[in-house]
């Protein structure tokens, strides 16, 4: 059975985008891989955080994964910075990527323009090598991300390829993977600003819809969501980006595909649209919230995790010891 690898950030509570985009793939893929997801505390502090909160949103992403349905019979949950194998396998990704690779990461270039360099932690340089690390660990096959994490699988891909003919004469010591992208909502944009992408670090809580937002929240948040002033409900992202917007989410949170959904609506207004999709957004997350909220302070979760990890460390450690080897660290490991 193939391996699949996703971790997300507990920076803050996901996002709509965020499960559209990822954690919705989850539930079915651990039907047909070998599943890891892992919250990636380690790389939330490339920004400063306060601990207990960092702590608090860390246990509570593990119940999300949890809520939305994750089987830990099926899928190894675990949290990354208890599995030192990613720490150290990163230093070794760090030691064979040429920086000029890490300045060219996109998500570099927008961070650090917003601040002075001398302002700006190495840890966003260098995150993308333990990003790296996190899925050679488990010789994954296949990622799903959103489309604005490509440019980090291709770091990975290239990482492999010269790992394995540097250092194994080409063959597969590593796992070249895949990057799997959904083929609608793998970009989800801002409710406010349909030109940017949603951002749970927006500080125009309009723009987003968190998992843990109260129905109600989520009602008046999509009715604000921008739209434009033609009233007609179609799919055009070039022109009518807000629209466009709210279709992907809507078909995303139900079975109706988005052309579907133009010809149910096409003798309606914005006003019963926008009134429909909040209701169908409720209907999807409500059930995951109470879940979510039975499990964040419970033993069976800290259960979980505690077997997740042990899981994770027993092949993780197989990777990095063969990693190790191959460069020539330490005394021969076996």
Same mark, same amino acid.
């Given at each position: 059975?193939?391996?699949?690898?996703?971790?997300?950030? $507990?920076?803050?509570?996901?996002?709509?985008?965020?499960?559209?985009?990822?954690?919705?793939?989850?539930?079915?893929?651990?039907? =047909?891989?070998?599943?890891?997801?892992?919250?990636?505390?380690?790389?939330?502090?490339?920004?400063?955080?306060? $601990?207990?909160?960092?702590?608090?949103?860390? #246990?509570?992403?593990?119940?999300?994964?949890?809520?939305?349905?994750?089987?830990?019979?099926?899928?190894?949950?675990?949290?990354?910075?208890?599995? =030192?194998?990613?720490?150290?396998?990163?230093?070794?990704?760090?030691?064979?990527?040429?920086?000029?690779?890490?300045?060219?990461?996109?998500?570099?270039? /927008?961070?650090?323009?917003?601040?002075?360099?001398? &302002?700006?932690?190495?840890?966003?340089?260098?995150?993308?090598?333990?990003?790296?690390? /996190?899925?050679?660990?488990?010789?994954?096959?296949?990622?799903?991300?959103?489309? /604005?994490?490509?440019?980090?699988?291709?770091?990975?891909?290239?990482?492999?390829?010269?790992?394995?003919?540097?250092?194994?004469?080409?063959?597969?010591?590593?796992?070249?993977?895949?990057?799997?992208?959904?083929?609608?909502?793998?970009?989800?944009?801002?409710?406010?600003?349909?030109?940017?992408?949603?951002?749970?670090?927006?500080?125009?809580?309009?723009?987003?819809?968190?998992?843990?937002?109260?129905?109600?929240?989520?009602?008046?948040?999509?009715?604000?969501?921008?739209?434009?002033? =033609?009233?007609?409900?179609?799919?055009?992202?070039?022109?009518?980006?807000?629209?466009?917007?709210?279709?992907?989410?809507?078909?995303?949170?139900? /079975?109706?595909?988005?052309?579907?959904?133009?010809?149910?609506?096409?003798? =309606?207004?914005? &006003?019963?649209? #926008?009134?429909?999709?909040?209701?169908?957004?409720?209907?999807?997350?409500?059930?995951?919230?109470?879940?979510?909220?039975?499990?964040?302070?419970?033993?069976?979760?800290?259960?979980?995790?505690?077997? &997740?990890?042990? #899981?994770?460390?027993?092949?993780?450690?197989?990777?990095?010891?063969?990693?190790?080897?191959?460069?020539?660290? &330490?005394?021969?490991?076996?």
């Amino acid at each position: 059975m193939k391996t699949i690898f996703s971790g997300i950030q $507990p920076s803050g509570t996901p996002t709509i985008g965020n499960y559209i985009g990822a954690m919705k793939q989850f539930i079915s893929l651990q039907e =047909s891989y070998t599943s890891y997801f892992c919250i990636v505390d380690e790389h939330a502090i490339t920004v400063q955080q306060e $601990p207990l909160k960092l702590r608090q949103q860390t #246990k509570s992403l593990a119940a999300l994964y949890l809520a939305i349905g994750l089987d830990p019979a099926k899928a190894i949950i675990f949290i990354q910075s208890e599995v =030192s194998a990613h720490a150290e396998a990163a230093w070794i990704v760090q030691c064979n990527t040429n920086i000029g690779e890490l300045e060219r990461m996109t998500q570099f270039k /927008d961070k650090s323009a917003k601040n002075s360099r001398s &302002g700006v932690s190495v840890g966003l340089l260098t995150y993308p090598p333990l990003m790296v690390a /996190d899925i050679i660990l488990y010789q994954s096959n296949l990622v799903p991300v959103g489309d /604005d994490q490509k440019q980090h699988l291709e770091l990975t891909r290239d990482f492999v390829t010269r790992f394995n003919n540097k250092y194994s004469n080409g063959n597969h010591l590593l796992t070249v993977p895949e990057v799997k992208i959904p083929k609608s909502g793998g970009r989800i944009m801002s409710l406010q600003d349909p030109l940017k992408k949603m951002s749970k670090s927006d500080d125009n809580k309009k723009s987003f819809i968190s998992m843990l937002d109260a129905p109600a929240i989520i009602r008046k948040k999509i009715k604000s969501a921008v739209t434009d002033s =033609s009233g007609v409900i179609e799919y055009d992202s070039e022109n009518k980006p807000g629209i466009s917007n709210l279709l992907t989410i809507y078909a995303s949170f139900t /079975d109706f595909s988005i052309a579907e959904l133009v010809d149910r609506y096409q003798n =309606s207004g914005y &006003g019963q649209f #926008k009134e429909d999709l909040g209701e169908a957004i409720v209907a999807v997350l409500e059930p995951i919230q109470i879940r979510h909220n039975e499990l964040i302070d419970s033993d069976e979760l800290d259960l979980i995790l505690d077997e &997740g990890a042990i #899981k994770a460390r027993s092949v993780a450690n197989k990777t990095l010891i063969k990693m190790k080897n191959a460069i020539g660290l &330490g005394r021969k490991n076996r």
